[in-house]
């Protein structure tokens, strides 16, 4: 036990490391870094006016209001955005470490390859749209009149822990697939496609789209849950679903990358 915590300090204090690096390295290059955080801001916005005009006849879809499709779509910007600052640069190498060997070097570290190949580079620009998801929340819930109770604010920050992990686990499984194919961008273009319908109100899908994106593909429970929480409509059983879930698809993805391993190392040599 001893060990285990003395190993996650060292990795914490590495992804930290990591973080301030990529601050130091965008800031040398500040033009390119607020023309980045101004797109991203304006898409932002886009999307709230796109929400705005959606509910601008209707008082509600599918039994959600104005301001719990804001709240819900303020808990998609807050996830796609630590999602995107932590893996969007990381994920995006990923083929050119397998395909041009460059993982050797991480190999040969004293550090776990996986860790360092998924979180050496981090998206400030995107770390700084999180304060935008908090001001739609916040307006949200003053649409709503909706108090937080601590333990709804607790239950909500481990919803939002486990859906990262869920990103990472099926994104980096895409990416991993780089061991066989030469080529994963239209693959990876895909998986974005479907993580987009995480910002609708999950209740919109019947049938099988409805158990596609619950179970095969588990995107309505990444930005669902965490909101239902704070909105009252799941009990602390969510969590628990997601926690399951998170577990799962960490552990299927380790699988896969220790048999994408073997497979580099047998190229290789």
């Known amino acids: 036990m001893l060990q ?16 301030k690096t990529s601050v130091i390295r965008e800031m040398e290059f500040r033009s390119g870094f607020f023309s980045l955080t101004a797109v991203l801001f304006l898409s932002t916005f ?29 808990t998609y910007f807050l996830v796609d955005n630590l999602t995107s600052a932590l ?7 990923v083929s050119d470490y397998i395909n041009e060997g460059n993982l050797d070097l991480l190999l040969t570290k004293p550090v776990d390859p996986q860790f ?27 649409k709503l009149h909706l108090t937080v109770t601590f333990f709804g604010v607790v239950g909500y920050l481990s919803l939002i822990l486990l859906a ?20 994963i961008d239209d693959l990876q273009d895909l998986w974005s496609g479907f993580y987009e319908f995480a910002k609708y109100p999950p209740d919109i899908f019947f049938g099988p789209a409805r158990l596609l994106f619950t179970f095969a593909i588990p995107i309505l429970t990444i930005v669902a ?17 997601n926690l399951a ?3 799962i698809l960490l552990t299927i993805t380790r699988i896969f990358w220790n048999i994408g391993l073997r497979r580099y190392g047998s190229a290789s040599s």
């Open 87 to 93: 893996f969007y640069r990381n994920f995006s190498r």
């Open 46 to 74: 886009i999307t709230v006016a796109f929400f705005s005009v959606l509910y601008g006849s209707v008082t509600s879809i599918h039994g959600w209001s104005y301001g719990e499709a804001l709240f819900l779509l303020g």
């Open 4 to 19: 285990w915590g003395t190993d996650m300090k060292r990795y914490f204090k590495l992804l930290w490391l990591f973080i």
């Open 225 to 241: 849950f965490p909101a239902e929480f704070i909105l009252h409509r799941v009990g602390p059983s969510s969590i628990l679903v």
């Open 116 to 142: 360092t190949m998924t979180t050496r580079y981090t998206g400030v620009s995107d770390l700084l749209n999180v304060v935008t998801s908090f001001i739609i929340m916040g307006v949200a819930l003053g």
């Open 164 to 183: 990262i992990a869920i990103v990472y686990s099926m994104w980096l499984a895409v990416s991993l697939l780089s061991f066989w194919l030469t080529q």
């Open 245 to 247: 879930i998170a577990v």
